[in-house]
T-cell receptor
Framework: KNEVEQSPQNLTAQEGEFITINCSYS?????LHWLQQHPGGGIVSLFM???GKKKHGRLIATINIQEKHSSLHITASHPRDSAVYIC?????????FGTGTRLTIIP | DTAVSQTPKYLVTQMGNDKSIKCEQN?????MYWYKQDSKKFLKIMFS???????INETVPNRFSPKSPDKAHLNLHINSLELGDSAVYFC????????????FGEGSRLTVL
């Protein structure tokens, strides 16, 4: 069993829809990362958070340390948001990532 | 000016060969990492170096040898390449070990024939 579970694995939505991607982990962590990997392959860091909530443009990331759960929300989704979203954490002396959620936004 | 740059972007080679991938960061970060992303897109840490010192070595075969001549560079040398080494290798950096935002290079796609 992977130490980081993401859901859903694949998500297809219409442009403009509100998107939620979930991430659950099983150990105590110091920080959780959300990454975005575009179809071209490059990886960009979206958020690093250790508590509460962060917002950047249309993207919002939340984390509940007690429940070991984080969510990434995208408001007013756009086709350019189509990418693989990966969550991962620094914790337990390791860097561990989930297998990603493939998001496709249809115009 | 690219923050984390790695070369080459593409590498096609025969089984048994030895190859190197180079990585440089101009962010002044203390920590650099090598990750392997397999065909299923699973991103797995291989090594981390903090200020030229090896910190994480995640059960990677001895054929993989990282080298950090200074904290801005972390190179990956692979001996006796095998088919299973085919993957995309990402270099990344962060301000401190296990702390701070991660900055990734563009990736190096290695294909072993």
């Amino acid at each position: 069993k992977n130490e980081v579970e993401q859901s859903p694995q694949n998500l297809t939505a219409q442009e403009g829809e509100f998107i939620t991607i979930n991430c659950s982990y099983s150990v105590g962590i110091s920080a959780l990362h959300w990454l975005q990997q575009h179809p071209g392959g490059g990886i960009v860091s979206l958020f690093m958070l250790s508590s509460g909530k962060k917002k950047h443009g249309r993207l919002i990331a939340t984390i509940n340390i007690q429940e070991k759960h984080s969510s990434l929300h995208i408001t007013a989704s756009h086709p350019r948001d189509s990418a693989v979203y990966i969550c991962g954490y620094f914790g337990n002396e390791k860097l561990t990532f989930g297998t990603g959620t493939r998001l496709t936004i249809i115009p | 000016d690219t923050a984390v740059s790695q070369t080459p972007k593409y590498l096609v080679t025969q089984m048994g060969n030895d190859k190197s991938i180079k990585c440089e960061q101009n962010l002044g970060h203390d920590t650099m990492y090598w990750y392997k992303q397999d065909s299923k897109k699973f991103l797995k840490i291989m090594f981390s170096y903090n200020n030229k010192e090896l910190i994480i070595n995640e059960t990677v075969p001895n054929r993989f040898s990282p080298k950090s001549p200074d904290k801005a560079h972390l190179n990956l040398h692979i001996n006796s390449l095998e088919l299973g080494d085919s993957a995309v290798y990402f270099c990344a950096s962060s301000p401190y070990h296990m702390l701070g935002e991660l900055f990734f290079g563009e990736g190096s796609r290695l294909t072993v024939l």
